[in-house]
């Protein structure tokens, strides 16, 4: 389970500042080889990160100025992406109390961790004395396979 | 002569998207569609057509303007995105099913 490159920010609590993720992603991506669906799985990740700084900013914190970080690794055996963030807000996310949704009459809250939860393959939420501790992980497809060369020796 | 003319002039307001719908530019939308709804208009089309990114916080917006309408008898369109990951957010969250879809 080797790390290929890993890569750790400090983001403030600042909303506007959550379109800058969208790059360090695709950096990180960067590095792997050619997959299908890289696009998607690019938003995929995006979004689903982009959801859990929006709750760490918005509840964890309740809007306090402050900031948090978030540590991202690419591995491999499986290739995946694994982002873990820390931040030292005063409130804990009731996982045992979370439910899915009801997407036939859709909430007004509550769909950031559906989508988060859907769009990884796993999400995982830690509590812990100082803070909170979210791992977010997405396994890569593997590389298309090449066309066979049709030159002739 | 007997001529009867009726006249029914049915309003429905279309609003285009082109940039990142999320939870930082959601609030414009939400006071937007405040001020149109405000105004009495209850037959929205949302045009999702050149939408790149939307959110959880987006799709409250959407959500809540579908409840205020339906309960006027109005009703919310939505136009189906071109950018794939933004059609694939409505199907899993089932929007294509609880919204009336145009342009799929």
Redesign the interface.
């Known amino acids: 389970m080797a790390t290929i490159v890993s890569k750790t920010i400090v983001l403030p609590t600042e909303l506007d500042r959550l379109v800058e993720l969208e790059q360090i992603v695709e950096a990180m991506l960067a590095h792997v080889p050619e997959f299908p669906e890289r696009e998607i799985v690019q938003y995929n990740v995006v979004l689903a990160l982009h959801e859990l700084c929006v709750n760490i900013i918005k509840h964890a914190y309740a809007g306090q100025k402050e900031q948090f970080s978030v540590v991202f690794d690419l591995m491999c055996d499986p290739t995946r992406i694994q982002i873990d963030t820390y931040d030292s807000g005063r409130k804990r996310f009731d996982a045992a109390g979370w439910q899915t949704p009801n997407l036939d009459d859709p909430p007004i809250h509550g769909l950031g961790v559906f989508l988060m939860r859907q769009l990884m393959d796993e999400v995982v939420y830690e509590g812990m004395p100082t803070g909170n501790h979210w791992r977010l992980v997405k396994l890569l497809p593997e590389p298309a396979p090449e066309a066979p060369s049709t030159d002739s020796v | 002569m007997n001529i009867t003319v009726a006249e029914q002039v049915h309003r429905t307001v279309t609003i285009s998207i082109k940039e ?1 719908l ?3 530019t959601a609030p414009q939308l939400k006071a937007e569609v405040e001020r149109l709804l405000d105004a009495g208009v209850v037959d929205f089309v949302i045009d999702l057509a050149d939408t790149p ?1 939307m ?3 987006g ?2 917006v959407l ?2 303007l579908l409840r205020r309408c339906r309960m006027k008898n109005g009703n919310v369109k939505l136009v189906w995105p071109h950018a ?2 933004v059609q ?2 409505l199907t ?4 294509d ?2 919204f009336e879809i145009l342009g799929r």
Do not use: G
């Open positions: 990142r999320d939870v930082v990114f959110d959880s916080a799709m409250a959500v809540t794939e990951p694939r957010t899993l969250t089932r929007f099913h609880v």
